[in-house]
């Protein structure tokens, strides 16, 4: 093979390689200007779930209310089959922080008269950090605050609260590596660890962890839909651990 052709190869896959990432960046470009003026537009997305729940979603007198609260986590956690002592329903939203969860806290889960309420927040919060690093003590700290206000509130509401850690996250893939720093698990085991603080008789502290990650401290891969979701495997491994708590309480 003659250099002419080595060249023309080479710029090819450079080519290849260069449109492929402008693409995937353009992509995530999109994605985060669509979230960032939907947004603008219902910062807490109060509409997303009715004020009022229709009436499958209360259960009956017989059932304990179980509901899922935070962000997208939340949002994807799979309800458990074949428990009919319990009625579940989900309230979570992807791509909100803690503080949107907290917000409309409100409107969202005072309506169900919730019996346990299943909390999964804080990654939104805290994968920002290398985006405004000079804010990180500030975003660390408001994060720890306001999972400590939705674990009040919902005791208010009557509810006991299973605080789950942050689930760990997998493999930064490369369009994120540029928007990514070790900071940010630095930051997820120092809210975990500020989770575990609030443990009491009414508020059990979930350790996700210890059921999703590798030895390396990421999400086994037979678990991870991508690096920061599950697949159907990790919630059903969530709920095998779950299901006897909620059938202790």
Not at 133 to 160: F, M
Request: some cysteine; charged content about 25%.
């Amino acid at each position: 093979m003659n250099k002419t052709k080595i060249i023309i190869i080479c710029l090819s896959i450079i080519i290849l390689v260069s449109l492929r990432l402008n693409f995937l960046f353009f992509n995530r470009s999109r994605k985060f200007y669509l979230q960032l003026n939907s947004l603008q537009l219902n910062p807490l997305a109060i509409n997303y779930y009715p004020v009022d729940p229709n009436p499958e979603e209360t259960g009956n007198f017989q059932q304990k209310n179980i509901i899922f609260f935070g962000d997208s986590r939340a949002r994807g956690w799979n309800s458990p089959k074949g428990f009919d002592d319990f009625n579940f329903v989900n309230r979570g939203i992807s791509g909100q922080t803690t503080a949107q969860v907290l917000g409309r806290l409100n409107q969202h889960l005072k309506p169900l008269s919730a019996d346990i309420v299943i909390v999964q927040v804080g990654v939104n919060d805290l994968y920002r950090i290398p985006i405004f690093p000079e804010n990180k003590e500030i975003i660390i700290s408001e994060c720890k605050s306001n999972i400590k206000e939705i674990v009040r509130q919902s005791r208010q509401l009557g509810a006991v609260v299973i605080l789950t850690t942050i689930f760990p996250i997998a493999e930064v893939p490369l369009e994120r590596k540029f928007f990514w720093s070790p900071d940010v698990e630095l930051a997820i085991k120092e809210v975990d660890d500020f989770i575990y603080s609030l443990e009491n008789k009414d508020v059990i502290i979930f350790d996700t962890k210890a059921i999703l990650a590798n030895e390396q401290g990421k999400v086994r891969e037979e678990y991870s839909r991508d690096f920061l979701h599950l697949n159907r495997a990790g919630y059903k491994a969530l709920n095998e651990k779950l299901m006897p708590i909620l059938q202790e309480l």
